[in-house]
């Protein structure tokens, strides 16, 4: 039996693959070659636009390209193939559960943007889960997703201490109009359409998608059903005008719907759970180029997030909402970023069957500034200053240095010092169930150093390494006590952690390509605890893949090894140990017969692997939350 299983995934990779040469001719274009060389253009680094291979910092970017060939579910699973980003669904899709894992670098302390602008649920998703991603699933109005996996707390505030995460939304150029439709059938009763349509006249655009989506229960890798139900609504409205070549003014609103059910507390005992979420994002934009050596980008933001669960035996309800005005001078030599940022976190209401708590506000406000001193063609350094003033635990100084050194064209390295302060949010403070008001703030320290490298025409790396080290660092403690029987949030009295990851990029020649990540972490442990927060992240992870395009086709693979998750909750350590360490692999195929019409197939767990992605329990006959098996997606999309 294991022999024909086997055998049958085998020949499942093998046409995967081999219908690469079957489609169409060659045809591998120069922005392929842009985009394995490192020369795009990214803003998260140090808040203005340079090339991500001259970035000093660990930067990476997930292209429209990869979005439109990939086609991945949400920004969540975008991020899977990043290295050193870990994330931890409890469900299917994790548009479920507000308990899901976020880490950069080991860090859940992750800064969310959508156009530079705050996006973080401060209030609803406790110590490892920032912003729910998932919900970010109408991917048609995504342009590109940075990934900034360093410290950035004198840039982008205290909580930036693990990195930053940019949503960039599309634009369109003057005088072009696009519309499209998308249907998707799969496994799992799935049905999703979207439609979009962007346009641009006499300076102004405009960008309107809408998408409704429903899946139901799954199975797992053994073939065991797991009830998880989902119908959802997400529509983005973003219309902007552009006065001149000086000046642009844009609002950006977005609104997530569903109503959903769940599998709580695990296969050995499971809680099936209603719920329903009301989310909506609010932001509006004006960038002026005052002067050839400056530029002012003033926003405002508003962001809403309410759910509930069990007919009102929970209730999750927050507001976040602020503002941010940065002013940017260049004058050859140097690069000075500056300005205020302010925003509040309110508790409109949180409720469950024991407490209720609503009108609880914290807020942050503070002053920024950057330089960027380019000493000549080889040498560049940084240095900034970012003071806060949060109104729970008052004032803070975050400085930051970063110097830069290019020997050459294809060697970009620097080496970096940065101060961290991390404030406890509402969730900490005040949740009924793990609410810990005693909370101190998190302080550390960062040393960072990496380098960007072209080795010939078809191949670029890079390579960083990182050491961080904090006192009082946050964690959630599930040792029951008096007062809180299912475990509290509690502060650490020191935490060291230390990693490095690695990626190449490979183009292949006969429209093949190639890329490689891996990515290592240690997180010292506490006594009587496993490494990496008792376990809660994986030692290692390997990221393999292989893209193929022709004039008509298309066929992505990729590959995440997870390597030494703990085991040391399960109660059984032999059949926990089966499950540390294994592979998934995703597959996306496109095949396009028309200019206006693609169509698109996806696997995803091609082989079928029993895994989770949580570290609560390793047993899958315990409180173990199962990962989809093998399932597929399949798709038209009529362009005009």
Not at 33 to 59: C, G, H, P, W
Not at 77 to 84: C, E, K, V, Y
Not at 470 to 498: C, F, L, W
Request: net charge positive; hydrophobic share 30%.
């Amino acid at each position: 039996m294991n022999k024909v299983k086997a055998l049958g995934n085998a020949v499942l990779m093998s046409v995967l693959m081999s219908t690469s040469v079957v489609w169409g001719t060659t045809a591998f274009a120069a922005d392929n070659l842009q985009e394995y060389s490192l020369d795009t253009m990214v803003v998260t680094a140090s808040r203005t636009s340079e090339e991500e291979f001259k970035a000093n910092a660990n930067i990476q970017v997930i292209t429209r390209k990869q979005i439109e060939e990939r086609h991945f579910d949400n920004i969540s699973q975008a991020l899977r193939d990043i290295p050193g980003v870990f994330i931890a669904h409890y469900g299917s899709n994790g548009e479920g559960s507000i308990s899901n894992n976020l880490y950069i670098n080991g860090s859940s302390n992750v800064v969310v943007l959508i156009d530079g602008q705050r996006a973080n649920i401060n209030g609803s998703c406790g110590t490892a889960g920032k912003m729910a991603l998932a919900e970010i699933s109408n991917m048609e109005g995504v342009e590109k997703v940075e990934i900034l996996k360093s410290s950035a707390s004198t840039l982008y505030g205290s909580d930036a201490q693990g990195g930053v995460i940019n949503i960039i939304t599309r634009k369109i150029k003057d005088g072009e109009s696009k519309s499209k439709i998308t249907a998707i059938t799969g496994s799992y009763d799935r049905e999703q359409y979207n439609f979009s349509h962007s346009g641009s006249k006499d300076g102004f655009y405009w960008n309107i998608s809408a998408q409704k989506k429903r899946t139901g229960d799954y199975k797992d890798g053994w073939g065991r059903k797991i009830v998880d139900k989902l119908d959802a609504t997400n529509n983005t409205y973003k219309i902007g005008k552009r006065f001149n070549d000086n000046a642009e003014l844009f609002v950006n609103y977005m609104t997530y719907k569903s109503d959903y059910v769940i599998t709580n507390s695990g296969w050995s005992a499971p809680d099936i759970t209603p719920g329903t979420r009301d989310n909506s994002r609010f932001e509006t934009v004006y960038n002026q180029k005052v002067n050839n050596n400056l530029e002012n980008n003033l926003s405002y933001f508003r962001n809403r997030n309410k759910g509930q669960e069990k007919d009102y035996f929970k209730v999750n309800d927050f507001t976040t909402e602020g503002f941010s005005d940065q002013l940017t001078y260049k004058d050859g030599k140097h690069t000075i970023v500056s300005g205020i940022d302010y925003y509040r976190d309110k508790v409109n209401l949180y409720k469950n069957k024991s407490a209720n708590t609503s009108g609880v506000k914290i807020s942050n406000k503070s002053f920024f500034v950057q330089d960027e001193w380019t000493f000549n063609d080889k040498w560049k350094f940084t240095s900034g200053l970012r003071m806060d003033d949060q109104s729970r635990y008052g004032r803070a100084n975050t400085p930051s240095f970063v110097l830069g050194y290019s020997p050459s064209d294809k060697i970009n390295a620097y080496f970096g010092y940065k101060r961290f302060f991390t404030a406890p949010y509402i969730a900490h403070l005040y949740s009924a169930v793990y609410g810990n008001p005693d909370l101190r703030a998190e302080r550390g320290t960062s040393l960072e150093a990496g380098m960007n490298f072209i080795i010939d025409d078809t191949t670029t790396g890079s390579l960083n390494v990182f050491k961080r080290d904090s006192n009082d660092a946050m964690a959630y403690d599930a040792t029951p006590t008096a007062t809180h029987p299912k475990g509290q949030y509690v502060n650490i009295a020191q935490e060291h952690a230390r990693g490095a990851s690695l990626r190449l990029n490979k183009i292949l020649g006969n429209g093949f390509s190639a890329n490689v990540g891996y990515n290592y972490l240690y997180i010292k442990p506490d006594a009587g605890k496993a490494p990496n927060r008792n376990g809660a992240m994986p030692r290692s992870n390997f990221n393999l893949g292989m893209n193929y395009n022709s004039s008509k086709f298309n066929v992505d693979l990729a590959g995440r090894l997870t390597v030494g998750k703990a085991q040391n909750r399960s109660k059984n350590q032999t059949i926990g140990k089966s499950f540390r360490t294994y592979w998934v692999w995703d597959s996306a195929v496109n095949y396009k017969p028309t200019k206006t019409i693609n169509i698109f197939a996806r696997v995803n767990n091609i082989f079928n692997r029993m895994y989770t992605e949580t570290s609560y329990e390793l047993n899958p006959n315990d409180k173990w939350f199962s990962a989809p098996g093998r399932n597929f997606e399949l798709g038209v999309e009529y362009s005009f």
